[in-house]
């Protein structure tokens, strides 16, 4: 969809219950939330009856955000029922630019439900407040047993680290700390960003599981560069 331009929804639909109604939105998207977004509303008149609609949605204020001129934010089209315990049945959604050209692949449903998919921004109706479920949930045992395990070898090596001295080993397990009781009380990998964070420090936790070359076989190597470095012949100056 280009930016500042009129484009026009055509759609039919019929309510058996007579109360159903047929939001279309056209949001810029960025994760769980929408900007930046035009609507209009359709609401059947006849219970029972196909209906014709249409109306004009604006696409004014689009791309204003970009990065850099490149990165744009995706645009979802999304079309829902806001009458609880309403229904309604759409038999086609058309939506047109400016040269009069069809935008929507499957518009008509002529194959299914190919290039729509179902959900619902209302996400704690699924979205458990608890990490170790949700990686119970997702990932079954094996999936939760991984979690558990990434995380406790990281800590592990991040304390044996510390036992070593290495202060910068006490704010990676200090973040692990608090990854693992967060989780108690929150979904924390749902958000990239925090799932990124755990991963890189959990890879720095790893990381210091190696304990560093001491004692005898550090010191041989040591003294036998030393000596490679006294035995060496003096150039001539």
Known sequence: MRPDQQYRIFVALRSPDGKGVLSVTRCEKMLLYSAN????????????????????????????????????????????????????????????????????????????????????????IWHVKDQYFMSLFEGGALGLASFVLLAGTALTGAVRAMARGDQIAAAVAAALVAFVLSGVFDYLLEVPRLATLFYLIAFCGLTMMRTPMHGPGASGISRDRSASRLDRPAKPG
């Open 37 to 124: 977004c035009r609507d209009t509303t359709f609401r059947s008149h006849i219970p029972g009856t196909w209906e014709d609609f249409g109306a004009a949605i604006s696409t004014a204020g689009r791309d204003e955000d970009a990065t850099l001129r490149w990165f744009k934010r995706p645009v979802e089209l999304a079309l829902f029922d806001p009458v609880p315990g309403s229904t309604i049945e759409i038999g086609h959604i058309r939506m047109l630019d400016p040269q009069g050209h069809d935008i929507l692949v499957n518009g008509d449903f002529s194959r299914g439900t190919e290039r729509w998919y179902f959900t619902d921004d209302a996400r704690l």
